[in-house]
T-cell receptor
Framework: NAGVTQTPKFQVLKTGQSMTLQCAQD?????MSWYRQDPGMGLRLIHY???????DQGEVPNGYNVSRSTTEDFPLRLLSAAPSQTSVYFC?????????????FGPGTRLTVT | GNSVTQMEGPVTLSEEAFLTINCTYT??????LFWYVQYPGEGLQLLLK?????DKGSNKGFEATYRKETTSFHLEKGSVQVSDSAVYFC???????????FGQGTRLTINP
């Protein structure tokens, strides 16, 4: 049981390049989300999904796209990278166990945009 | 809207010292409250949680009590260890919602 996996672990992009951050979970959770972590700002929600085919915007969605074709996968796309997107990105899935909706986080992707 | 405020860090303590990290929140209704821990180079892990007023969450010697009258969820540990060095995040989930709102995190360093 791998939990939540993310690839790549590190990535350097030039301004204007595009890329996809991969996220997969093997716990059959319906709810998944993407956060970015910046110094002194905690985690901010980018996009989330409540099930296959359903996505919605979080607090900071600009510059990012998502899709959810399967329960397992929830990729995050940067269409035209900007230095402001330099951050650490975390994917999470939620277990609805006992109503507490516990979140499980992946190990993160550290992205640098030059 | 919902928000979480944590004490500013970084916090540096000696081994076996008493730890308190303050967390207060603003929310409508009765949110669920969480503490997450992030060890260097890793993702966040759930440390403890409380889902209703006066509940006490506990794990690995850490405790936090859901205080609705003071809208607080302070994290405490009686005797910290070097291995407790990490960043700690307080978070809330609004009633009926699935999204988490995080505080800014508090970096804790324990010296031997």
């Amino acid at each position: 049981n791998a939990g939540v996996t993310q690839t790549p672990k590190f990535q350097v992009l030039k301004t204007g390049q595009s890329m996809t951050l991969q996220c997969a979970q093997d716990m059959n959770h319906e709810y998944m989300s993407w956060y970015r972590q910046d110094p002194g700002m905690g985690l901010r929600l980018i996009h989330y999904s409540v099930g296959a085919g359903i996505t919605d915007q979080g607090e900071v969605p600009n510059g990012y796209n998502v899709s959810r074709s399967t329960t397992e996968d929830f990729p995050l796309r940067l269409l035209s990278a900007a230095p402001s997107q330099t951050s650490v990105y975390f994917c999470a899935s939620i277990s609805p166990g006992q109503g507490a909706y516990e979140q499980y986080f992946g190990p993160g992707t550290r992205l640098t945009v030059t | 809207g919902n928000s979480v405020t944590q004490m500013e860090g970084p916090v540096t303590l000696s081994e076996e010292a008493f730890l308190t990290i303050n967390c207060t929140y603003t929310a409508t209704g009765y949110p669920s409250l969480f503490w997450y821990v992030q060890y260097p180079g890793e993702g966040l892990q759930l440390l403890l949680k409380a889902t209703k007023a006066d509940d006490k969450g506990s794990n690995k010697g850490f405790e936090a009590t859901y205080r609705k009258e003071t809208t607080s969820f302070h994290l405490e540990k009686g005797s910290v260890q070097v291995s407790d060095s990490a960043v700690y995040f307080c978070a809330l989930r609004g009633r009926g919602a699935q999204k988490l709102v995080f505080g800014q995190g508090t970096r804790l360093t324990i010296n031997p």
